[in-house]
Every structure is written in C-alpha cells, then in structure tokens.
C-alpha cells in the first residue's frame, strides 16, 4: 500500500459526460501528479500541483482541468468525454516538488461508452 | 523531450530463472525509478535509483547515469514476478514530471 488513495476505482460513463477523479496523497506530501495509461499512448503525465498551486504541465487536454484543495487531496476533471478518453488514471504524490521518489495511488479505471 | 526506451519488450522464463532488463535513456536525469505494475494494474514501486546499485531481495538495480541507462535484474523468479515493469525517469532540464518507457512484460511460468 502506498498510502495514496484514489476514488473511485471504477467509472463507467458515456460519451459527453463530465467526470470528477479523486486523490488524497500520502500524508505529508505536498506535490501531487497526475497520470493516464492508455493502450495507444502508454503512461503519460497529465498535470502537477505542489501545495495548491500549478507546478507543470504535459498532455493535459483542454477538456481535462485539476486542482488542489487547502487539505491537499486533488481531483482530475475530464469533461466533454470522448471514448479514446477510456483509460487508467493515477494518482501519485511526493514530498517536495523537486526530485524525489514519486508513489502512486491504485489509479482510477474510467470507461466511456 | 526525453526518449526512454526498455528491453527486450516481453519475457517468457520459467520460474527459478535469473533475467535483466534493460532501460535506455537519452539525457542526463534527476531520478530514475522502476516500478512493476501488477495484473491488477497497480504500479508498485520496486526502486528510486538515479545512480549507483540497490538491492530487494531478489531483485536488484543498477543505474549508470553517465552511460545512459539502468538495469533491472530478477533473480530466481517467481510466478508473482509477472507483470510489466516500467522504468520512468525525471529529466533534468524538465523536473518534476516522470516520463515513462513502454515497459517489459514478463510472464514466469510455472
């Protein structure tokens, strides 16, 4: 166990819904990253935040936005969705924002129909 | 960006056998880690290791950043070593995000 948590581990949805991923980091960690595993685009990192703020940014698509709240814990928004959206989403954290071990969560397995 | 590459892409080995896998990356980073991700899709870190050897248990890790790359060694293999294994690295003039390889799908039979 990692410590991170992710909820839910399971969402079905259709095309053009809108989505909400939910993170709570390892305690003490301030940075939280978010990732996607698709089939054709292999692990690819989404976005960072480190102590509520935005520190980087990949291929995050327009349609996708995330936060961090004031207790840490993050969420992933994932709108209009598309079915090549369908994949798995993770969570991970880490203390500092700079170099260091980065743990993830179980992810989230998201399923556009 | 950063170019990570991992071999062999998929390994067959019967269970009690040693293996390597290798990853190939192509500028200088701040952090390397592997992580074995399970049948279940969890990722599980096995290493953080920008340089130098570690060891756990029967698995081991060697990273030579100088040269570029870093290699995994599991010994006497288990069933429950399958999966794939992922080699992620943090680059150094783009910190703070992991770039992952296409990773290495094991399978140890019994």
């Known amino acids: 166990d990692s410590g991170v948590t992710q909820t839910p581990k399971h969402l079905i949805t259709a095309t053009g819904q809108r989505v909400t991923l939910r993170c709570s980091p390892r305690s003490g960690d301030l940075s939280v990253y978010w990732y996607q595993q698709s089939l054709d685009q292999g692990l690819q990192f989404l976005i960072q935040?480190?102590?509520?703020?935005?520190?980087a940014k990949g291929n995050i698509l327009e349609r996708f936005s995330a936060q961090q709240f004031p207790d840490l814990h993050s969420e992933l928004n994932l709108s209009s969705l598309e079915l090549g959206d369908s994949a798995l989403y993770f969570c991970?954290?880490?203390?500092?924002?700079?170099?260091?071990?980065?743990?993830f969560g179980p992810g989230t397995r998201l399923t556009v129909l | 960006g950063i170019q990570v590459e991992q071999s062999p892409p998929d390994l067959i080995l019967q269970e009690g056998a040693n293996s390597t896998l290798r990853c190939n990356f192509s500028d200088s980073v701040n952090n390397l880690q592997w992580f074995h991700q399970n049948p279940w899709g969890q990722l599980i870190n096995l290493f953080y290791?920008?340089?130098g050897t570690k060891q756990n248990g029967r698995l081991s890790a060697t990273t030579v950043a100088t040269e570029r790359y870093s290699l995994l060694y599991i010994s006497s293999s288990q069933t429950t070593d399958s999966g794939v294994y992922f080699c992620?690295?943090?680059?150094?003039?783009?910190?703070?995000?992991?770039?992952f390889g296409g990773g290495t799908r094991v399978l140890v039979k019994p």
């Open positions: 991970a954290s880490s203390v500092e924002g700079e170099v260091g071990t980065q743990y």
């Open positions: 290791i920008p340089s």
């Open positions: 935040y480190y102590n509520g703020e935005e520190r």
């Open positions: 992620a690295v943090e680059p150094r003039a783009a910190g703070n995000k992991l770039t």
